[in-house]
């Protein structure tokens, strides 16, 4: 539709119902995942063959209303999805082939097509509708519930479904009415920490001041998430509504959004929603005729790990090398360029207009009392079904795992799930039944972080993933306090040492020496949480870093220094594709006899277990 | 090398004059020039009045910028914590040895560098690697050789 400005409450939902009529189509409209997962599947080429065929077809309703590109559906490896509006159909792995087979039988006649569906690996059925298939029937779907229903890049889609009627409802309050809602919600910072949202907002208002901020976080720098992209790129205009609400509550004039660089489409749909929302009168002057002005401008990350710290991101718009100060005071009272700022996380602020709209009552149905509402994780790492998954507070890391992401591949062992990135740690097979909330996990020496759930098998080294994310720390520690600088590479030098079979007496509790000193001494949370990976990992797997150090062995068979590669006579057809693929030539046998490995000369590259058909590679 | 200065200022003059869009200008360059020209260092600081060693601070601080020109195609190996579970480290190593670069290093041709990257967030591909604009799900040591043949 044209965008003029609307100047009006009135206005805004006249606009609405004119959407509503203009786009009634007598066809489901289908919809296209556009998340960066599908797009690498293929999901721009089946979404190219939906439009061609329905342009030959010459269907009802326009090519621009009918098949629509949207965020993220979720179960990311099992792409490109399809989806309908206002049915409980789900196709996975669509390729262009499949366009008009569904365009026919679905999309004309309402018929389902039962094997593009989802096949459950036990029992071998087919099912294609949300509540039939694990991944998705565990869900609580509320922030992600519009994310793949609707076109990111139009604000239409938003409206049309309800889009900035909390935005329209806050107005009818007074700024102290939405800051008892948000404090009463019980709305914890979705970035990490936990923190209380509305008592945060209530700080930033309590200051006398001429300027106040609003920030949103989009610096989602945690290996092993991506729940924050998912938002951005799939309903931008949530996060662009918790905002002006959250503006509006504690008398902010202008935001900013401070997304990572390495996001481009986030960045993109951001963009363009700030633009669809500006032109319409939801951002400027005078929004809504409410009397109250709000803005929003985009700053692009540079790729350091560091800036989603508050102070070190307040740091970075202002133009500057992102180091975090120390906290001694707030930014809700000093933050960017001194002024009291609130910086919520992306997920935090697509909360808010579900609290509005909803009300308190409604959105602490769900959930836990210290923790209400859902939450968005990344399930990801060894793992059957991975992608993005919503959850209310509560559920257990077992269902997460077992029941959502569907067990461990390959029928290997679980070992544990790394929760919170590097500021976040390990938890055992024993604590399995542990309810996630920000509590609980904090309390098993983890932390919820931002969200991503890297699950873990036996074939997992625990000692090198502490080691992993100390080499991640260290590369992105800024190197303003010292025990951050110098305390990690110290505990990477000792973690090495201990991979690499170098280990000693006495390795463990100078770990957990220098990670004390981390915790207490470091300036920011980046540094004070960077313990937890080696500290958790020594809590619950200790014997596997006292079996590196004693006995000089890598019960996991990862650490190279300790492994060697063996081919299992039994197993090796002398096939000679590990012979041929060997970087060093240093496997040798006559074809159909079993080959062998020359260990002198292997560099443990692990090129012929990766192609060896048969599976007769061995590491020992 | 030599830089077109009217590129430079192209770039420029495209942002308000603010130190806000210091940081966004230099990500420009990179993307124009692939990489951050001494020059365009020099013309910031004359512009906004700024010391050119914060600019410089802030060209090496940021890992979206470089300091020395890129090559024609950029590889990036995730090396987020699904990838490195799943076999990232391999896939380094074996581009390591059919380049003959490590990381942070281009090609003496300029048809790669090699990067990795700490995490692209589409973990349900890993290993992923990212060459240019394309996303190779399920790399392995393997196939990721074969993949670097599409780019010339």
Known sequence: MEHTKISTIEGLNKYREKILESEKNELPTVFVCGGTPCLAKGSRQVFEAFKKEFGAQGLSGSVELGIKTTGCQGFCNQGPLVTFADKDIVYMGVKPEHVPEITEKTVKKGEVIASLGYRDPQTKEWATEYSRIPFYGHQKKLVLKDVGQLDPARIDDYIAGGGYSALVKAFGMSPDAIIDNIEQSGLRGRGGGGFPTGRKWRSCKAIKTDVRYVICNGDEGDPGAFMDRSIMEGNPHAIIEGMIIGAYAVGSNKGYAYIRDEYPLAIENMKTAIEDARGLGLLGKDILGSNFDFDIKISRGGGAFVCGESSALMRSIGGNVGEPRAKYIRSVEKGLYDKPTVLNNVETWANVPLIITGGVQGYRKVGTKGSPGTKVFSLAGKVVNTGLVEVPMGITLRELVFDIGGGIPKGKKFKAVQTGGPSGGCIPESLLDLQIDFDSLSDAGSMMGSGGIIVMDEETCMVDLAKYFITFLVGESCGKCTPCREGLRRMLDILTGITEGRGKQGDIELLEELCDCLKWGALCALGTSAANPVLSTIRYFRDEYEAHIKEKRCPAGVCKELITYRIDEEKCTGCTVCAKKCPQKCISGEKKRPHTIDASKCIKCGVCRAVCPFDAVIVE | ?152
């Not at chain 2, 942002?15 to 200008?25: D, F, N």
């Not at chain 2, 910028?65 to 024609?72: A, E, I, W």
């Open chain 2, 1 to 152: 090398m030599a830089i077109d200065i009217q590129k430079v200022d192209g770039i420029v003059s495209g942002y308000e004059q603010s130190k806000e869009s210091l940081l966004l200008i230099l990500q420009d360059f990179q993307r124009e020039f692939s990489y951050v020209p001494e020059e365009g260092i020099k013309r910031l600081s004359d512009i906004f009045g700024v010391p050119e060693s914060r600019i410089y601070a802030m060209a090496t601080f940021y890992k979206a910028l470089s300091l020395v020109p890129k090559g024609r195609h950029t590889i990036k190996v995730c090396t987020g914590t699904a990838c490195h579970l799943k076999g990232a480290p391999f896939v380094v190593e074996a581009i390591e040895r059919r380049l003959k670069i490590k990381p942070g290093q281009t090609t003496k041709d300029r048809r790669f560098s090699l990067e990795t990257v700490n995490c692209v967030g589409t973990c349900a591909l890993a290993p992923v690697v990212v060459i240019d604009e394309d996303y190779y799900g399920g790399s392995t040591s393997e196939n990721i050789i074969k993949n670097l043949k599409r780019y010339t």
